[in-house]
């Protein structure tokens, strides 16, 4: 049984297995993720769910069941996930995780209404929660682990940043609401108005629904614009120089470029051309 039940936990998890049919497997379930975020852009053309609803409807029953079961799965060889927990807290520890969250609200908008009544308007947002589904593909894209790796390194130094911006953005919020106010008091009502003009002027979007109009608002909201420039490309600096130096280190412990796996039975790695 423990062989059979390690067999399907390789199965369900490509980058671990050696065999064509992890491969496989893994494939089909990163499409059929793909399909769902397809059928959900299809879903929201009238037409196109008037005359195929029905084939829409059969596609997202089919793809629960699909993901229901691999849900399911997940739970059951949690343990060999996290060897070093007991079978009960390891699979706790997989259904709290972020990506087994991911499975069960992926799953959440199909079974909900079956078992509780909503009203239309829960029923839209639950089917706009399909789109976790993309998610999923983390699971099966090694680009995505390497950028989420890079985020767990780098998040103090992200930190950083975004709390030096929250400064600058309440302090310059501040600033032009006391400077703008008198001058227009319908549209700096308050410092939460202002923190609206401040936003979009750090970010350099500029809607131009609200500006200032005094010389002092003038340069003050230029400065910010130039500031902004460099704020907004900072987070941006450090997760390139990261991802650069992640790669790097990648391409520096296999110059070869030869694809890497663990072995099922011994857990040590295997090279593959």
């Not at 391409?251 to 470029?257: D, F, L, R, W």
């Amino acid at each position: 049984m423990s062989k059979i039940k390690q067999s399907i936990y390789h199965l369900i998890d490509g980058n671990r297995g050696t065999h064509k049919a992890d491969a496989y497997v893994d494939m089909f379930i990163s499409i059929l993720i793909l399909l769902n975020v397809v059928a959900i852009f299809l879903g929201t053309y009238q037409e196109i769910e008037t005359a195929y609803g029905f084939y829409l409807d059969a596609f997202e029953f089919f793809s629960v069941c699909v993901f229901l079961v691999e849900y399911i799965v997940r739970i059951w060889t949690a343990d060999l996930l996290y060897p070093e927990l007991s079978k009960t807290k390891a699979r706790l520890k997989f259904v709290f995780s972020f990506f087994g969250l991911i499975d069960f609200f992926a799953l959440l908008p199909f079974f909900l209404p079956l078992v509780m009544k909503v009203d239309l308007r829960i029923i839209r947002i639950l089917r706009l929660l399909r789109l976790i589904r993309i998610f999923k593909l983390g699971r099966h894209s090694k680009s995505f682990k390497l950028f989420s790796d890079v985020i767990r390194e780098i998040r103090f130094d992200l930190l950083v940043t975004l709390f030096a911006t929250f400064i600058l953005l309440v302090l310059s919020a501040t600033i032009m609401y006391f400077i703008e106010n008198e001058a227009q008091p319908d549209k700096f009502t308050n410092i939460g108005e202002a923190l609206w003009w401040a936003v979009a002027t750090l970010t350099t979007v500029g809607y131009g629904d609200i500006f200032p109009i005094t010389g002092m608002g003038k340069v003050l909201s230029s400065f910010i614009a130039l500031l902004g420039i460099g704020v907004v490309a900072l987070p941006t600096a450090i997760i390139s120089s990261a991802i650069i130096e992640k790669m790097a280190a990648r391409k520096t412990e296999n110059p070869s470029g030869e694809a890497i796996c663990e072995c099922p039975h011994c857990g040590k790695e295997i090279k593959q051309s």
